[in-house]
């Protein structure tokens, strides 16, 4: 049996594989407000006509300021929902399941005048000084990921993923490197996960579908968070009801960093093993066969694909041919496909 494409339920949702489009910036908003645009119907629907299980979009800011770039997709305003929910609508017309990752990039938002953080501390020189959250501030964007989580499920959206990694608002928080705060958000490991905590409940109290947490599970730091810390997290994480944990990794401090086919593995198997929560695996991995080994060895749950879906938007399909698995044609390719 082929795991890689054996179905798979969440909650109230069932993707019909095991292969997930990984979140990836766009950055194709050309009026700047946050809108989808054709271009990102394009590149949606293609992967879900490709027959990948679930399309997981771009990190979505919840407020304005919480952009990567101007040209970052939004979920801040309830003028975005209709437009999201055509795509939804269309991404289930291939059979595909829809999520949404939602996001606030913290101190490296680029093109904002004022940028947020835990603590005053650039990520680099290329950046500006962030401005310290306060409680006031704090409360404002728990709100927001909460707003975004209402927004989504009237958007239809299957399930959703909250951004904790690369370095972005929430893993600000979770990082002894970049929170030096002195009260209940910075400190221990316990004080320095409430952020995140807070977001999960704003957010399971708007989103009743499947939530997934994205983490970076290394940091490639000596001061940053050790395993130890991660499996906390995690261990947190599955007590708050998350579905799964999608296992990054990098992003808090600038590190070079060796990468190589499933660098990212060992960490997303160590936390699913001792935490015993669902995890997903992203990082290079590019073949079918590669896929099928972390599956088949209980090293994760899910395959998240990036970097090869936006070679090969039927990757699924290169995929099955490895594995001699017929995977079954959209009716409009079927001819071609064999």
């Known amino acids: ?14 993707i019909k594989n095991r292969i997930v ?10 009026d700047e407000d946050g809108k989808l645009t054709p271009f990102h119907l394009t590149h949606y629907i293609s992967r879900a006509v490709g027959q990948i299980g679930l399309i ?14 101007a040209k970052d997709l939004g979920i801040w305003d309830d003028a975005h929902v209709s437009g999201l929910r055509e795509l939804v609508h269309e991404l289930h017309r291939y059979g595909s399941k829809a999520g949404i990752q939602l996001a606030h990039a913290g101190r490296k938002a680029e093109d904002e005048e004022i940028s947020y953080a835990p603590s005053p501390l650039r990520f680099n020189e290329r950046y500006q000084e962030p401005s310290e959250l306060d409680r006031q ?10 707003e975004a989580a ?9 399930m959703v ?3 904790a990694a690369h370095g972005y608002l929430i893993n600000e928080f979770l990082s002894p490197i970049a929170n030096q705060r002195t009260d209940e958000y910075g400190g221990s490991k ?5 952020f995140l905590q807070e977001v999960v409940e704003a957010v399971s109290k708007e989103f009743t579908g499947p939530i997934f947490v994205r983490i970076s599970t290394d940091e490639y730091h000596q001061e940053g968070n050790t395993l130890e810390d991660f499996l906390y997290y995690a261990t947190q994480l599955k007590e708050l009801g998350i579905d799964l944990i999608d296992c990054s990794s990098g992003g808090v401090v600038p590190a070079k960093i060796n990468t190589y086919p499933g660098y990212q593995i060992k960490r997303c198997e160590t936390i699913k093993h001792t935490v015993g929560i669902p995890t997903g695996a992203v990082g290079l991995i590019t073949t079918g066969i590669q896929a099928e080994e972390i599956l088949q060895n209980n090293r994760a749950d899910l395959i998240f694909i990036g970097r090869s879906l936006l070679n090969n938007p039927y990757w699924a399909k290169e995929a099955a041919d490895e594995l001699n698995y017929e995977l079954e044609a959209p009716k409009q390719y079927a001819r071609g496909w064999k």
Not at 1 to 14: C, D, G, H, Q, V
């Open 1 to 14: 049996m082929t795991k890689l494409f054996t179905p798979i339920t969440y909650k109230n949702m069932t």
């Open 21 to 30: 489009m990984s979140p990836m910036c766009m950055y194709s908003c050309e």
């Open 56 to 69: 997981m979009l771009e990190a979505s800011a919840v407020e304005p300021a919480g952009r990567i770039t």
């Open 137 to 146: 501030g704090i409360n404002r964007i728990i709100k927001a990921f909460g």
């Open 150 to 158: 209402r927004r989504a499920k009237e958007a239809e959206f299957d």
């Open 161 to 163: 993923e909250i951004h």
């Open 190 to 194: 316990e004080n320095r996960f409430r």
